[in-house]
């Protein structure tokens, strides 16, 4: 079956970086787009940013320029290399394959001085 598995997550002050990294299984990874998805208390779940079988990202308007999604289809991997972190990133962070209604735990990322 579908399972997600994401890591990485942890207290960074503003303007720290943190890698979120997501392991996939239990379908054909290299096939789907993928995605990285945020909640913050109190707030739905947001798509964040999202990569392509063919590598071609999407990035929500409040993180371009400063995340960046990435995978590596050979180890059924995907990244999110979060950079100029600001406490209103903090929430919640799960992986998700788009065609797949399968969610992982989640990490928790807290931006905090």
């Known amino acids: 079956q579908v399972q997600l598995v994401e890591s990485g997550g942890g207290l960074v002050q503003p303007g720290g970086s943190l890698r979120l990294s997501c392991a996939a299984s239990?379908?054909?990874?290299?096939?789907?787009?993928m995605g990285w998805y945020r909640q913050a208390p109190g707030k739905q779940r947001e798509l964040v940013a999202s990569i392509a079988s063919g590598g071609e990202p999407y990035y929500e308007v409040s993180v371009k320029d400063r995340f960046t999604i990435s995978r590596d289809n050979a180890k059924n991997m995907v990244y999110l290399q979060m950079n100029s972190l600001k406490p209103e990133d903090t929430a919640v962070y799960y992986c998700?394959?788009?065609?797949?209604?399968?969610w992982g735990q989640g990490t928790q990322v807290t931006v905090s001085s």
């Open positions: 998700k394959a788009i065609a797949y209604a399968h």
């Open positions: 239990g379908f054909i990874f290299s096939g789907n787009t």
